[in-house]
């Protein structure tokens, strides 16, 4: 099969969506297209696509739509996300989410065209005839899925439940203001909000997905801040140099009692408690150490 009428269906099934729900139901995939499909290349391409499709275009609206009659399939294609980790990233042999990566890939090269590691354009030419089928056969299920929009009865309710779940995928930047407000509130300073962001993205979007419209923005704050937490374990809001400027101690064991009375206070109370603690000394102790 070659990509032309993957590409044409996929087109179609966009047109559907967006007159059912709107043009944020599926995007537009930007990537370069496979040109042939007897080679490297190709396959490396369409792997990608796939991908694309089925975890950043369509993932919202293809997740809602096999769950449905007369689709009802399961997980869509799930070696395709195995096989774009090995066709795009350097996996190491000591970490064994790696190689499971590279055991489900060598055994559906294996399937596909009776070799673990295709070399020539026969085995290319299997392999891109599989992934293609595969992928063409979603599409055709999606397609003929997208009629039940228009049933008089329930055609309304699932258009609404849809959008609902595409309102709930954030896009990754709206995260970032709860996690600098987490930060801020911490007392915490000098981190990459985007890094941080970055790892724990799906897990947020999990949380957002799963409340209600009311309290997206309490279980949200709650969760960043576990992560946050988390992260950080114990760690004070100061360093004990920034700490030894701002309360002079006379001696080590001083400090070191001060510091432990700080860290066992609740680590959204600890910022709070230093202030306190530095202004009733300044004001009580008169200048003197402690």
């Known amino acids: ?46 792997v990608a696509w796939a991908y694309v499709l089925l975890h950043e275009s369509g993932k919202i609206s293809l997740n809602f739509l096999r769950r449905l009659p007369p689709w009802q399939g399961g997980e869509l294609l799930p070696y395709v ?23 489900i890939s060598v055994q559906w090269f294996a399937a596909a065209c009776g070799v673990g590691t295709p070399t020539n354009a026969v085995h290319w030419k299997k392999c891109f005839e599989k992934l ?16 039940l929009f228009d049933d008089p009865v329930d055609g309304n309710n699932l258009k609404k439940e849809l959008q609902e779940k595409l309102d709930r995928n954030w896009d990754a930047h709206k995260f970032d203001r709860y996690a600098e407000a987490v930060f801020e ?15 724990h993205l799906n897990n947020w979007r999990q949380i957002v997905s799963a409340s209600t419209p009311d309290q ?15 992260s950080l374990m114990d760690a004070l809001p100061v360093s004990i140099e920034e700490f030894d400027k701002l309360i ?43």
């Open 216 to 230: 997206i923005d309490r279980n949200l704050t709650i969760r960043i801040e576990s992560d946050i937490l988390r």
């Open 132 to 147: 293609s089928t595969d992928l063409h056969s979603v599409i055709k299920s999606a397609i003929l899925t997208c009629d």
């Open 248 to 290: 002079v101690c006379e001696n080590s064991d001083s400090l070191l009692i001060i510091l432990l009375i700080l860290i066992r206070q609740p680590a959204a109370e600890r910022r709070n408690v230093l202030f306190q603690l530095e202004e009733a000394l300044r004001i009580e102790a008169d200048g003197q150490p402690l």
């Open 81 to 103: 996300r195995a096989l774009r980790t090995w066709t795009s990233h350097n996996l190491s042999f000591d970490r064994e989410v790696d190689v499971q990566t590279m055991r």
């Open 1 to 46: 099969m070659s990509f032309a009428p993957i590409s044409s269906d996929f087109l179609v099934l966009r047109k559907r969506l967006l007159l059912a729900i709107g043009a944020n139901a599926m995007t537009d995939i930007t990537i370069a297209q496979p040109t042939g499909d007897d080679e490297e290349l190709s396959f490396i391409r369409l």
């Open 185 to 199: 509130r911490l007392g915490y300073s000098g981190f990459d909000v985007v890094a941080f962001r970055n790892r």
